[in-house]
């Protein structure tokens, strides 16, 4: 029984070592991000995770789709449809800022 706590003891430690070092910081990262998400709203600046760079324009009624504006060309706004799990950063006074 004692070479069984024994091997116990160690393997429980390290459970929650790695716990605590990896699964909960990236559960509290995770949170963050939701909220960010959750909270755009219409003139927020913002990165998807593909690199573009843009404007919130609309939100649609479920919220799930975005509509965005990218720049211009020949003089006429160009606007991209996108996901909103797509979005991973806000932008703020020009930084980047990852779920506030």
Partial sequence: MDQITGLLVPFIAMGAI?????WRPEQAKRKKHQNMLENLTKGDEIVTNGGLHGK??????????????????NSQEVK???SRS??????KGGELIEGE
């Fill in 18 to 22: 790695m716990y605590f070092l990896l």
């Fill in 56 to 73: 919130i324009l609309g939100l649609s009624n479920d919220k799930n789709i975005i509509l965005i504006s990218v720049g211009e060309m």
């Fill in 80 to 82: 991209v449809q996108i």
């Fill in 86 to 91: 797509a979005v991973a950063f806000l932008k």
